[in-house]
């Protein structure tokens, strides 16, 4: 990509964060533990979401990609303290409380797709009830069109009309998945968080299922997807912000993450490596605990370009937090 084309998408990008739907600073979510340890699962997250825009939020199996999503949704914990804002049309949503979060937050301003949909789908009905009844609750569509409503939602998501009338325990995990989707679709929150909604499905699923999800955003709305599928990620977001240990390390525009600039920093660059279609090469070592946190940059450990200086955190400064960010690749 030339720098001209590449400098007029990164002005696209800016504008859309000047109008930003969602608007978080310093979300910190910490779990204290009995015995008195803490896990740091989020530290510090800073990140806007215009509506419109896809970002991806990539990273490591327990980096705290669910967690703070839990957290936008005041669905944490007891054992939680949380920290910051998150800004979405006026209301904070960490400090909201559950009286708004439950009547005007949850599917009506921000849709979810849970991570293991199969707990949040009731046991004893069928997916065409858990639609019904979603249609009546957050659209107010009269019952003599809500049977129409609810197939229509299940085919955006991909769900077959021929297993409406299956209970959840008679549904492969992808299945549960299409539902659990449909599900979140419903409502058309103005926001939506969608957390690895194409796992346990086939190439052409995700694809036809993140394409709805990109439909979703195109049509003016957030969507916040948390996913370990780079390439989900490369096909529909338009920002690719990277977790490690708990911290956004790297946020950046996907048409420089994903080509021939590539990401800055060295996890970042480690994780598309990574990829099979890529190097194949794994990152060496492994995260570390969230309750045993090192001094100074947590990926020090594993990192080929740390030095001294990374005994101390760095801040995120031009989209990256690293003391050594790589140079771009020409
Ligand atoms: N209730 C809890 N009490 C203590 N620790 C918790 C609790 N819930 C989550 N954690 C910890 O918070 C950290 C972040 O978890 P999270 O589920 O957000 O990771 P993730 O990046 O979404 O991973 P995955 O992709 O595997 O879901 C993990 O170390 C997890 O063990």
């Known amino acids: ?39 740091a699962a989020v530290t510090d997250a800073d990140f806007d979401l215009a509506p419109g825009e896809c970002l991806a939020l990539v990273g490591e199996s327990g980096c705290g990609k669910s967690v703070l999503a839990s957290a936008l949704l005041g669905l944490l914990p007891g054992n939680a303290e949380t920290g910051g804002t998150a800004l979405l049309d006026g209301t904070d949503l960490l400090a909201a409380d559950e009286k708004t979060l439950a009547r005007t937050v949850r599917g009506r301003r921000v849709g979810l797709v849970p991570q293991s949909p199969a707990a949040h789908l009731t ?12 249609v ?31 209970h959840p325990h008679e549904l492969s995990g992808g299945l549960a998945q299409r539902a659990a989707t449909a599900l979140a679709l419903i409502g058309d929150a103005p926001l939506l968080l969608a957390d690895e909604p194409t796992t346990g499905l086939d190439r052409d699923l995700v694809e036809r299922t993140a394409d709805e999800l990109r439909r979703h955003a195109d049509d003016g709305r957030g969507l916040l997807l948390i996913t370990h599928d780079l390439t989900a990620a490369a096909r529909i ?81 031009a989209g990256v937090a690293c003391h050594h960010p790589e140079r771009p690749r020409a």
């Open 123 to 134: 046991p004893v009905r069928t997916v065409r009830a858990h639609l019904e009844e979603t």
């Open 1 to 39: 990509m030339n720098t001209r084309l590449e400098r007029a998408l990164d002005a696209v990008t800016a504008e859309r964060a000047d109008a930003a739907l969602l608007t978080v600073r310093g979300l910190t979510v910490r779990f204290r533990l009995r015995g008195g340890r803490t896990v």
């Open 136 to 166: 009546r609750a957050l659209t107010g569509t009269p019952r003599t069109a809500r049977r129409k409503a609810a197939e229509d939602a299940a085919d955006r998501a991909a769900f077959p009309a021929t297993h409406l009338d299956r």
């Open 237 to 317: 977001a338009d920002r690719v912000a990277v977790m490690y240990a708990g911290r956004i390390v790297e946020i950046a525009p996907a048409h420089r993450f994903f080509g021939p600039t590539g990401p800055a920093h060295p996890y970042a660059r480690g994780l598309l490596d990574a990829l099979p279609e890529r190097a194949f090469t794994p990152i060496p070592g492994m995260p570390p605990e969230l309750s045993a946190l090192p001094e100074g940059c947590a990926f020090a450990p594993r990192c080929p370009r740390a030095t001294d200086q990374c005994a101390t955190v760095p801040e995120l400064r």
